[in-house]
T-cell receptor, first 112, second 114 residues
Framework: GESVGLHLPTLSVQEGDNSIINCAYS??????FIWYKQESGKGPQFIIDIRSNMDKRQGQRVTVLLNKTVKHLSLQIAATQPGDSAVYFC???????????FGTGTLLAVQP | NAGVTQTPKFQVLKTGQSMTLQCAQDMNHNSMYWYRQDPGMGLRLIYY???????DKGEVPNGYNVSRLNKREFSLRLESAAPSQTSVYFC?????????????FGPGTRLLVL
């Protein structure tokens, strides 16, 4: 299927543990960041976003942290559940281009 | 609301054939987008339409054309398909533009070019 030849970084966690998914971005001019969740056979689903004037934003069971000094973004998922198993993408937007650029993704595998 | 819908779900083409991928949204969104996703990669923007009547190139526009038929519909056309266009194609929409609003994605069209 569409995963043939896929070599995504994989994070394997136990159900109930916290998960941290990391993302490095390259464009220091990027000023808006989004995390998407993509389940097998489906389109990406918005999880949470953060603007560059913030370093932390919390949602329901998820937290995004932004470190502009080292151009690093992370997604923390509390009390990970089997339904959280998916590929997670970070995406960035530069104010100059206004185009959404996706990272390569991380596969989160939740073990029961 | 159905959200963003795409047709067809699957398609097999021979090299050189043409086809149009259809996308429609019922959220009254102004902006619509076409992406492609290749194995092991994130989505790459092909074309987008910031508002009805306008279209602009994205990161990988070569080999594609688009039409913003009306506010609801945004189609992607492959005039002469090539094996390199084998991919999963996603349509998305947002209320006011990439920067300010969440993009909502359709379920995708899986295209195989032989």
């Amino acid at each position: 299927g569409e995963s043939v030849g896929l070599h995504l970084p994989t994070l394997s966690v136990q159900e109930g543990d916290n998960s941290i998914i990391n993302c490095a971005y390259s464009n220091s001019a990027s000023d808006y960041f989004i995390w998407y969740k993509q389940e097998s056979g489906k389109g990406p689903q918005f999880i949470i976003d953060i603007r560059s004037n913030m370093d932390k934003r919390q949602g329901q069971r998820v937290t995004v942290l932004l470190n502009k000094t080292v151009k690093h973004l992370s997604l923390q998922i509390a009390a990970t559940q089997p339904g959280d198993s998916a590929v997670y993408f970070c995406a960035e937007i530069s104010g100059a281009t206004n185009k959404l650029i996706f990272g390569t993704g991380t596969l989160l595998a939740v073990q029961p | 609301n159905a959200g963003v819908t795409q047709t067809p779900k699957f398609q097999v083409l021979k090299t050189g054939q043409s086809m149009t991928l259809q996308c429609a949204q019922d959220m009254n969104h102004n902006s619509m987008y076409w992406y492609r996703q290749d194995p092991g990669m994130g989505l790459r923007l092909i074309y987008y339409s910031a508002s009805e009547g306008t279209t602009d190139k994205g990161e990988v526009p070569n080999g594609y054309n688009v039409s913003r038929l009306n506010k609801r519909e945004f189609s992607l056309r492959l005039e002469s398909a090539a094996p390199s266009q084998t991919s999963v194609y996603f349509c998305a929409s947002s209320a006011a533009g990439i920067k300010q609003e969440t993009q909502y994605f359709g379920p995708g069209t899986r295209l195989l070019v032989l």
